[in-house]
């Protein structure tokens, strides 16, 4: 009996050291694996420090390449390098020219990577720009889609949906105070974001490896009418091929076109038709009084519609003065406008909207930039009673991918974000 009460002793002695000794290899690896999971997060935290105070300076300067070179922080070394590098471009469209910031840490031994790309903000990627709002209200009912910005005063009335980040330039007004907007994408203030003065970036591709038209190349100085056809032409009528000789012509826009920048200066343009290709269209003014007007004399649809698939059509209307549905037998119904449109001076508004008829509705694709909302139609009792109703959409293909040598912001804005 003694003999068995002294190996039942033993035994239990010699379980109690194992498992003694078996805790304090787990205390002792759980203690190990906090110290490098406090590692590997420092190291990661250096390199996505360091990635932000890059980008801090891209932002605040949009020409800065930031470089800094074996730099201790917290406790670690970190190097940051900016250089640029090609772009992804649509099909026919110039290959654009981006910066690229890649952060490295090293803290205990652990590395990590932080690579950022950035590109040229372009006006493209709003969904809504304005200079000046006047008047204007956004209400209940009222829906954005995609990212809006303006540099005025931003007044609301009800609960309007914005589901793409807001920014404004000087405030926020609840008219009434008990308004209850939707920043389902943020909300920021005090962001500027001006227009350009002019449109001499898009004037001097097309003078590089675009196409240029000015006065002489019109017809009697007469608008110049353009037609979007389906298999990639144009066809152009009022176009002075030589001082002396007037025609209507049918052009292929890669070839008439080779950069995708069109201009035509000093005078006033209408257009229609079923788009396929890459294209700007710049209509300025040359200083001259009434030019630089684009007229939509019918609806301009791409021929690969984005809502149905993938689709490499893309568009850019552009004028110095004013985008302006005209008021015909073809705009009598609902007018279809796919493109990302850019008014300097005025905005997108139609011919005799006040009239007393009630003409069918917008279905716009794409964006609007314009220095100041104008007038589609009127509205008696919430109800429409002459001109167009709206139904504007956001192409989201503009975000990230603009019609060739669209007007940009100045800035640059973050195209990717990886973590190695």
Not at 140 to 162: C, E, I, L
Not at 401 to 406: D, I
Request: aromatic letters at 10%; a positive charge; one cysteine or more.
């Amino acid at each position: 009996m003694g003999r068995t009460s002294l190996l039942m002793v033993m035994g239990y002695s010699v379980a109690l050291i194992l498992m003694g000794f078996s805790l304090s290899q787990v205390s002792t690896r759980a203690y190990e694996n906090s110290l490098v999971y406090h590692d590997r997060a420092v190291s990661h935290s250096l390199a996505a420090s360091l990635a932000n105070m890059g980008c801090n300076v891209i932002y605040r300067t949009p020409n800065a390449f930031p470089k800094w070179t074996n730099v201790s922080l917290g406790g670690g070394i970190v190097n940051l390098n900016t250089k640029t590098v090609p772009g992804i471009a649509a099909p026919g469209s110039p290959t654009p020219v981006n910066v690229q910031l890649m952060a490295t840490s090293d803290y205990g031994g652990y590395k990590d990577t932080v690579i950022i790309e950035w590109g040229v903000s372009s006006f493209g990627r709003f969904a809504y720009y304005s200079g000046t709002e006047g008047a204007i209200n956004w209400a209940t009912a009222d829906t954005v889609f995609g990212p809006f910005h303006t540099q005025d005063k931003m007044t609301v009335n009800g609960s309007p949906v914005f589901w793409g980040k807001v920014t404004n330039k000087l405030g926020l007004i609840k008219n009434p105070t008990s308004s209850t907007p939707k920043f389902f994408g943020g909300y920021q203030t005090g962001i500027d974001i001006p227009m350009p003065s002019d449109f001499n970036p898009l004037k001097n591709a097309a003078l590089a490896n675009g196409k240029y038209l000015s006065a002489r190349n019109l017809k009697n100085g007469k608008d110049l009418t353009l037609t979007f056809n389906s298999d990639s032409t144009m066809t152009i009528k009022g176009l002075r091929l030589t001082d002396t000789t007037a025609t209507d012509t049918i052009v292929s826009l890669r070839t008439f076109v080779p950069n995708g920048a069109l201009v035509i200066d000093t005078a006033n343009v209408r257009i229609k038709g079923k788009f396929a290709g890459t294209l700007t269209l710049s209509v300025q003014s040359g200083g001259s009084s009434g030019k630089g007007k684009m007229y939509l004399d019918s609806s301009v649809a791409y021929v690969s519609n984005p809502l149905n698939g993938a689709s490499g059509d893309v568009l850019g209307l552009c004028a110095t003065d004013s985008i302006v549905i005209t008021n015909n037998s073809n705009n009598s119904g609902n007018v279809t406008i796919q493109a990302a449109l850019f008014s300097l001076n005025k905005g997108l508004g139609v011919e005799q909207y006040n009239n007393g008829v009630i003409r069918g509705r917008i279905n716009l694709l794409g964006g609007i930039s314009q220095k100041q909302r104008a007038a589609v139609g009127t509205l008696s009792g919430g109800v429409i009673n002459s001109g167009f109703s709206k139904s504007y959409r956001y192409d989201n293909r503009l975000m990230t991918q603009s019609p060739p040598f669209y007007p940009t912001t100045g800035s640059y804005m973050i195209l990717s974000w990886y973590e190695r």
